[in-house]
């Protein structure tokens, strides 16, 4: 259980438009640079999220990516939904079957399983309650403790 790239990258250009003031756009070039993503992966990034109606796009010269919601309205559950899915989900049990066809464990009550539909449970309670707005507010408010810390050493 992990979190795949796409998952990651997808967040973290929502963060860039997020921080952008009123709804200013950005390009795939400028999400690009500032994230340190290749071009091609923003875009790709950005369709499945423009798809999933979280960013809008725009063309022309002062065309671009923005959000297509204020980041206080997208739950990060939400986001990372549409860029991969679950962490756990019982078709998860299906690729650990061993050397049979089906797990072994499939008929009967498996610890395993439910510890991992315990952790899915408690993963999807923060990440639903969480938005892009909450995330902006946390990495300002560690970036002024770590200024803090730097002027007190």
Not at 48 to 72: E, H, M, N, T, W
Request: with cysteine.
């Amino acid at each position: 259980m992990k979190l795949s790239s796409s998952e990651e990258y997808g967040l973290r250009c929502l963060l860039q438009l997020a921080r952008q003031p009123g709804g200013h756009s950005l390009t795939i070039p400028e999400i690009s640079q500032a994230e340190g993503i290749t071009h091609h992966n923003v875009a790709k990034l950005l369709r499945i999220l423009r798809q999933g109606g979280f960013v809008a796009s725009a063309r022309g010269q002062q065309g671009g990516y923005a959000l297509a919601k204020p980041p206080d309205q997208i739950a990060v559950a939400d986001a990372l939904a549409t860029l991969g899915g679950r962490l756990f989900d019982a078709s998860f049990c299906d690729h650990f079957a061993g050397s049979a066809d089906c797990c072994t464990h499939s008929l009967t009550a498996c610890s395993v399983r439910a510890l991992w539909g315990q952790v899915q449970q408690a993963v999807d309670q923060i990440l639903s309650r969480t938005t892009l707005a909450d995330l902006l507010e946390q990495g300002y408010a560690l970036a002024d403790e770590e200024t803090l810390l730097d002027i007190s050493a």
